[in-house]
């Protein structure tokens, strides 16, 4: 029993380290102006309409600051069925001309809806730096894009760091409850382990 235990402490650790990689440098983000990042990542700021820094649009554009400097340019979301020449109702920008400290991400979206979100300001008239398009995935109403950029495409990491962005296109972004829930049980693995080096089941702990 005691080298299964041990068995699958390690194997929770080893969990608990694939998890942190692959989720560490993941954000989420809407069209309202909502984001989150997983735990021990530094967070990016909740969006908020102001002027364009980028000078895409005349007017106001939600705009959200990542803490880390990453590759400007633009990623394209394109509606279900059609190629990059034909229809985009989303476009992010990532944007750090400078290639230092914090990134403006700027999230346009269409004025083609009927209750205009935040986001609702209109498309920029051009596109920037090499810009990638990306399809939308999910049923009308539930819909938006994942993007993992490789190295020197938009929104890559300047300092080599994975990033994975959630972009949600219509919807709100999720909690992060599964999230929590994994960390949790990781917190009970490590306790377990603990006792063990004790050479005290939990049981006989709290018996004392």
Known sequence: MKNLTKTLFAFGITYAITATSLFAQIYTFDEYGNSTSTPGTPPMSPGILQPDPSGGLPGPVLVFQ???????????????????SGQYSDVV???????????????????????LLPADTGLPAQLIGNPVFIPEVGPEGNNGAVWTP???????????????????????????????????????????????????????????
Do not use: C, H
């Open 93 to 115: 920008r990532f944007w750090d001309p400078t290639g230092v400290n914090l990134t403006d991400v700027i999230f346009y979206s269409d004025t083609d809806e009927t209750t």
């Open 150 to 208: 490789p190295a020197g495409a938009p929104g890559s990491s300047l300092a080599g760091i994975a990033l994975t962005y959630n972009i949600v296109s219509d919807g709100v972004v999720p909690e992060p409850g599964p999230l929590a829930l994994l960390m949790g049980g990781l917190g009970i693995l490590i306790g377990i382990n603990r006792f063990g080096q004790k050479g005290l089941s939990p049981k006989a702990s709290l018996n004392r």
């Open 66 to 84: 990542l803490p880390i400097p990453v590759v400007t340019g633009d990623v394209v979301l394109l509606e279900q069925g059609t190629s990059a």
